[in-house]
């Protein structure tokens, strides 16, 4: 029986191309979850599975709360395909859930907004049991001309200038509703909640208030960086092992 399913997605991304199936390229989420997906149907060629996911991230980035959905012709229980699925997944993907959905859910066209967190780590010795989720910093930054800079950012702009995608046709403008920034211990965390983000657009927004924090970058000067629509003006893009996808609003 045909239905379409909603899934629930945590995935270390380290060992990962990203999200996007990638012609080439074995080592994709998508890629992955579709292989084992179709086998477990047997779906060819043209019936091939397609999982849709609520947004594409980046190579080496993790997520704890991706959300997708599928069509599949099967009359396995949602219990059943969640533990097949598990079973030959590797072991840096799981399933957390798998619910029948309406036929019209669709993963990235129905998300209202999405949390993302990019986490710093500073200090004399190595965070060795988290070096794969942080991107470790040579010293701490001043927290509170970050957070003063991030209050340009907030609102609805164009954030062209924050886009790793140059040559984008689409709109650029966005809303950013929060940017949270947390400190705790040696870890620094940086929670962005939207409506959605551009290529890059989170790690490019660290990698600008970073330089704002160690004094490269004054705060007001965001404003003029936001408004230059122009991408050599902002920061560099932060490192993708910091960046993790926390949660998708529907």
Known sequence: MKRNYKLMISYDGTR??????????????????E????????????????VIGAGRTDAGVHARGMTANVVL???????????????????DISVNEVKVCSDRFHAR????????????????S??????????????CPNIDKMKEASEYLIGTHDF??????THMKKSTVRCVDSINIEKSGNYIRLYFH???????????????????????????EVKNILEACDRQKAGPTARPEGLCMMKVDY
């Not at 086998?39 to 599975?49: F, I, L, S």
């Not at 062209?160 to 995608?165: D, E, L, P, Q």
């Not at 657009?201 to 007001?220: D, F, H, K, Q």
Request: proline share 3%; with cysteine.
């Open 160 to 165: 062209k200038s924050f886009c790793g995608n």
């Open 35 to 50: 292989s084992v997906l179709s086998r477990m149907t047997g779906a060819e060629g043209e019936k091939a599975v397609n």
């Open 16 to 33: 990962f191309y990203g999200w996007e199936r990638q012609p080439g390229k074995d080592m994709t989420i998508q890629g992955k979850l």
């Open 126 to 139: 190595k965070p060795v049991f988290d070096r794969k989720y942080v991107t470790v910093l040579d010293n």
């Open 73 to 91: 012709d099967t009359d396995m229980t949602e219990e059943e395909i969640q533990n097949y699925m598990n079973t030959y997944l590797p072991e």
């Open 194 to 220: 939207g409506n959605g983000f551009l290529q890059n657009m989170v790690r490019i927004l660290t990698g600008t208030l970073l330089e704002v924090g160690y004094g490269n970058i004054e705060p007001s």
């Open 109 to 124: 066209y129905n998300a209202l907004g999405k949390t993302y967190r990019y986490t710093c780590w500073y200090g004399a």
